[in-house]
């Protein structure tokens, strides 16, 4: 019998992580997704055959061993997509609040690398690891202290990662900006209608997933044009 590939998507109830959602299931992929509300992870998935939508909370250990399980015995993918983005407005780091602070990076590095750890004696050789960055966590942008930094610790740790584990290929990518609910809220009244879908960061996921490129960090646009 025929084995289909088996993936793990967090942060699929809308934005990047959705798109790419029903992308994989067109492809023919078995998914576990997630999203802290049940309400609008189970809406956003209905009409998904092969998705098995699980609500919870990624720094949540439980729920972490919740998705690792019902993917099953062999994954093939593990797309570390959920984040916070902290308070908004975002503040200066002088009055960031700490706590705020921590949850953030609970989220956005400590949470990606328990998930890892939870599924690695699962991963298949040759399996797909992508954790969603920022141009922010490149770049130092003024407000941008709490996300940003959250995404350049998780950049270097999934870079020390993919050195640990060359028979994975893992990638951390940068899907640039996007018209998505996170970005309206780092721009709080500010319109962004002139920021692409998140559709069109799927084909540089695509890519990489489907495809043999070493470790390492990528911009989803620059892998759709070679890809082409």
């Not at 023919?28 to 809406?43: I, M, P, T």
């Not at 040759?126 to 966590?137: K, M």
Request: proline residues 7%.
């Amino acid at each position: 019998m025929l084995r289909m590939p088996v993936g793990i998507v967090t942060g699929a109830s809308r934005g990047l992580g959705l798109a790419l959602a029903r992308a994989l299931e067109e492809r023919g992929w078995d998914l576990v997704v997630d999203a802290r509300g049940a309400d609008a992870l189970a809406e956003a998935t209905a009409d998904l055959d092969r998705v098995t939508a699980i609500a919870g909370d990624i720094a949540d250990p439980d729920h972490r061993r919740a998705l690792v399980d019902a993917a099953g015995d062999r994954i093939d993918l593990v797309v570390n997509n959920a984040s916070l983005l902290g308070p908004s407005p975002m503040p200066a780091l002088a009055e960031y609040p700490l706590d705020a602070l921590r949850e953030v990076y609970e989220a956005n590095v400590v949470a990606p690398l328990a998930l890892l750890q939870a599924a690695l004696p699962r991963l298949s050789e040759g399996a797909a690891v992508l954790d969603i960055t920022s141009d922010a966590g490149a770049e130092a942008y003024e407000g941008w202290g709490g996300y940003g930094s959250s995404k350049a610790a998780l950049e270097h740790l999934t870079a020390i990662f993919a050195a640990e584990q060359p028979g994975l290929r893992v990638y951390w990518v940068d899907p640039g900006d996007m018209r998505t609910r996170m970005h309206q809220d780092a721009f709080p009244g500010e319109d962004i209608s002139d920021r692409p879908p998140p559709e069109d960061s799927v084909p540089g996921l695509i890519a990489l997933i489907d495809g043999d490129l070493p470790s390492g960090r990528y911009r989803a646009n620059e892998v759709a044009q070679v890809a082409r």
